[in-house]
């Protein structure tokens, strides 16, 4: 009796396991217009990360956001009513983030970021059902005003797009950063041409400027520099030096420092293995936006190998204890479900025709956001 | 501010309203004589500087890269008008915008297809790069300078161009009444091919100069065909004297509200709130300009009544 009770019971488990139900995870980054290059990195991270699982029980549905909050919302409409799928991810920008995270994690979804990070969702407005992979908007920023105290710099110039992480970011660099201000300006989100702001750059008296300018913005901004005259060192975050965007920047980039919790250089075999299998498959090195990319697939298909997506506590639990490799080495969610981690220091170097990273030192250690304790859930 | 730092951003302010001049001439003419709405010209302005980024990193030189970008802007704006826009004339404008989004679409994602999604690589001349000093101690990016230079001589070439040749003449005319000028046996086709291409080549040349200075990517264009919009109802449809007086009053309106309203906001206001209220109201304040001449003039400065 006892032997067949506990037969039974073992096949009703594997049974279970067998059928256990695909997950169905749909992708909504940038693919047109300015920011596509992030959102591509992004999907191509990530599409590596399940073609290398092999899993056959894992559908991904990848859909263009064109930057623009309305389309993403209409994009998760559709594919939470009429794709029904389990898992949304693949946003990279804070205001698209801001329109769609909330009303997805209502409906029961889960929603593991890959990029973008926005503070509402690390303190008041965080979920349970939402996970952050990559960072909260501030840590880069932070790190970067570590490291300026590290390096005596007294007087900084900082600027960022007038956006939710444009002001994250300055906020970010402002709660480590000792020194004074020389001066703080938002600029138009998508601006091209900086030259009124680097005349005040010039005028202020500053030892040093601090810009948050992802994608283009950040071209624009460092040809203009470069040309304009004014030498005072430039600390940014990654994101305005990301390897998407370094040729296109050329000789101005040299040797300005950058921080950020990933580089083709962070010692382990997992990182290692990445960055030779994205350039075999796509024939370009990856940018910190594929290996955010490539961790946030990486902690789904950790999760789907211990829980079922349909039994949602059981998968949250799963996706909390982030037991995959991560590019970054050791990686563990905070309280509010997002990283805690290691943020370096890097500097732009050229290594034979190619601009790229190199590590120099490390920023903040095992960092976690500065929201977590408004994070109720 | 000092007068050193308010005359360097009146220069920033001519330097980028010469810049909008060179995008929006082409706009008001198409518009005035063809009575076309193009929302593909930002696509001439990209393919310009995709030009220019090609040829500059295939050759070494600035020079050819400029005149490249000059050649394939108009042959790229003389082909969709011999194949697409000739249909559109007779079209009602929602059909034009219609249509020439399309070209936008097709434009941005045949870039794509062609260059990648990566922004490209397109360096100012080794003569230009860093600053130079004007009278008064000023440093002034030498480029920068010689966009103003380069503008106004174009400026000046476009004033000529229309108001004592031949062609201007047509165009003036065509302008005033295109059943009249057809009948008086100008071949109007060909004179619409023209000032279209024209319009082309200028966008594309602007499109190759601010390469340098900016980032040469898919979509590039779409930003400033929003501002040469507005310049040229500010400046009155189909005026290149228009055009002209309203890129400068955008251009100037433009920088100088960036940095002193938030200066101004300062007096009254505690730092980061004026920092963000100016900065918001600075994007504003073109738009607002815009709804201003409108009020008064509601065909625009210089617009045909």
């Known amino acids: 009796m006892k032997l067949r009770s506990a037969a039974l019971a073992a096949a009703m488990a594997l049974a279970g396991a067998t059928a256990q139900a695909d997950v169905k995870v749909g992708m909504i980054t940038t693919l047109s217009g300015g920011g596509a290059g992030l959102g591509i990195d992004v999907r191509d991270g990530f599409m590596l990360a399940v073609s290398q699982s092999g899993r056959d029980d894992l559908e991904v549905v990848i859909e263009d956001d064109q930057r623009k909050p309305d389309i993403a919302v209409q994009l998760a409409d559709k594919m939470i009513q009429s794709e029904k799928v389990d898992v949304l991810t693949g946003i990279i920008w804070s205001n698209l983030a801001m329109a769609v995270v909330p009303a997805a994690t209502a409906q029961g979804k889960f929603y593991l970021s890959p990029n973008a990070g926005p503070s509402p969702l690390a303190g008041k407005g965080c979920h349970p059902n939402y996970f952050n992979v990559a960072w909260q908007n501030d840590n880069l920023h932070e790190a970067a005003g570590a490291y300026a105290n590290d390096s005596g710099l007294k007087n900084s110039f900082i600027l960022a797009p007038n956006y939710p992480a444009g002001k994250d970011a300055l906020t970010g660099y402002k709660r480590f950063f000792e020194g004074e201000l020389a001066g703080e300006l938002y600029t138009k989100l998508g601006q091209t041409d900086y030259a009124a702001e680097i005349a005040q750059i010039r005028a202020s008296g500053a030892d040093s400027v601090y810009f948050f300018l992802p994608g283009g913005m950040g071209i624009s901004f460092l040809k203009q520099y470069a040309a304009s005259g004014v030498d005072l060192p430039l600390v940014g975050p990654a994101f305005s030096f990301d390897q998407g965007i370094l040729q296109a920047v050329g000789d101005a980039a040299m040797g300005v420092k950058n921080t950020s919790q990933w580089n083709k250089d962070i010692d382990n075999a997992t990182n290692a293995a990445f960055v030779e299998a994205f350039q075999a498959e796509f024939g370009r090195l990856p940018s910190l936006y594929a290996s955010q990319g490539f961790d946030t697939a990486n902690l789904l298909i950790s999760a789907m190998g211990k829980a079922d997506v349909a039994d949602a506590d059981a998968f949250r639990a799963a996706l909390k204890a982030a037991d995959f490799d991560s590019v970054r080495g050791d990686f563990a969610f905070g309280d509010n479900h997002h990283p805690v981690q290691d943020i370096y220091v890097r500097e732009v170097i050229k290594e034979g025709d190619i601009y790229t990273n190199k590590i120099i030192a490390t920023g903040l250690s095992k960092h976690a956001d500065a929201y977590a304790a408004d994070c109720k859930m | ?305």
């Open chain 2, 1 to 305: 501010m000092t007068t050193l730092l308010f005359i360097e951003q009146m220069l920033n302010g001519l330097q980028f309203g010469v810049m909008l001049f060179l995008m929006s001439a082409g706009l008001t003419l198409v518009f005035g004589v063809m009575g076309l709405i193009n929302l593909a010209h930002g696509s001439l302005f990209m393919i310009g500087a995709f030009t220019a980024a090609a040829v500059a990193a295939a050759t070494g030189s600035f020079v050819l890269a400029l005149m490249a970008s000059l050649a394939a802007a108009a042959i790229a704006g003389a082909l969709i008008e011999l194949t697409i826009i000739r249909r559109l004339y007779d079209r009602d404008h929602l059909d034009q915008v219609l249509a020439t989004f399309a070209l936008i679409l097709i434009f941005s994602e045949g870039t794509r297809w062609m260059f990648g999604s990566f922004p490209l690589f397109l360096d100012v001349p080794k003569v230009l790069a860093g600053p130079v000093t004007l009278p008064g101690g000023i440093e002034y990016p030498a480029y920068r300078l010689s966009i103003i230079l380069i503008g106004l001589l174009v400026a000046a070439g476009m004033f000529a161009l229309i108001n004592r040749t031949r062609v201007g003449i047509r165009i003036r005319a065509g302008e005033a009444d295109r059943e009249m000028i057809a009948a008086l046996g100008v071949d109007i086709a060909k004179l619409y091919t023209f000032v279209f291409a024209l319009g082309a080549a200028l966008a594309g040349f602007a499109g190759a100069l601010v390469g340098a200075i900016q980032s040469v990517q898919v979509g590039m264009g779409e930003p400033v065909l929003i501002l040469a919009f507005v310049v040229i109802v500010i400046g009155g449809i189909g005026s290149i004297k228009g055009a002209f007086v309203g890129a400068l009053l955008v251009g100037f309106t433009d920088t100088m509200g960036r940095v002193l309203l938030p200066q101004i906001f300062a007096l009254f206001l505690e730092p980061s709130a004026a920092v963000s209220v100016g900065s918001a109201l600075a994007s504003m304040l073109i738009y607002i300009l815009m709804a201003g001449v409108l009020v008064f003039r509601p065909r625009g400065l210089y617009g045909v009544t």
